[in-house]
């Protein structure tokens, strides 16, 4: 069964606030170098935010009329430089299943919907970010064609 793919819209924020916790937990767990504990009410205000951008888009998967994920994609516009080329592109910022629901085709049908979206829209590039020890998202999105296309590389000051 396909999930039902739906636009968030003002009133979503802590769904949103909500559905995060899964992803935020594991980047917590794994860089608390880097991520800090969220609060809802903050999380909420932020959602709010991007739902009134209007270079972002939010969707939400549902299965049974239950919230299940979201997916956040950011659209950027870079005119030509003279190191590269003008481009626009999609990016997926964040994307989220609740843990009990993985491996059921949700992921995969929320980045089928926004690459949709992006190409109805004459958005040529889909970009996926992911930090490094999340081997399942790399796993996935291999596997609906994306290639890696910059490696960052991180080194702590020993001082």
């Known amino acids: 069964m396909s999930p039902n793919i739906r636009p968030a819209a003002i009133g979503d924020e802590a769904l949103l606030a909500g559905l995060n916790a899964f992803v935020q937990e594991l980047h917590l767990g794994r860089r608390p170098d880097q991520f800090r504990p969220t609060q809802s ?41 003279p190191f590269a080329r003008a481009r626009r592109w999609c990016e997926i910022d964040q994307l989220a299943v609740d843990p009990t629901r993985h491996r059921r085709g949700i992921a ?12 109805t829209e004459g958005i040529p590039y889909i970009e996926a970010v992911s930090w490094s020890f999340n081997d399942g998202a790399h796993e996935m999105f291999r596997r609906l064609g994306f290639v890696p296309k910059t490696t960052r590389f991180e080194l702590k000051s020993p001082g």
């Open 41 to 81: 009410a903050e999380l909420a205000t932020w959602y709010r935010s991007l739902l009134e951008n209007a270079t972002s888009r939010i969707w939400i998967a549902e299965e049974d009329g239950l919230p299940v994920g979201y997916l956040l994609a950011i659209f950027h516009e870079a005119p030509e430089n």
């Open 108 to 119: 995969r049908a929320l980045i089928l919907h926004a690459a949709s979206w992006a190409e």
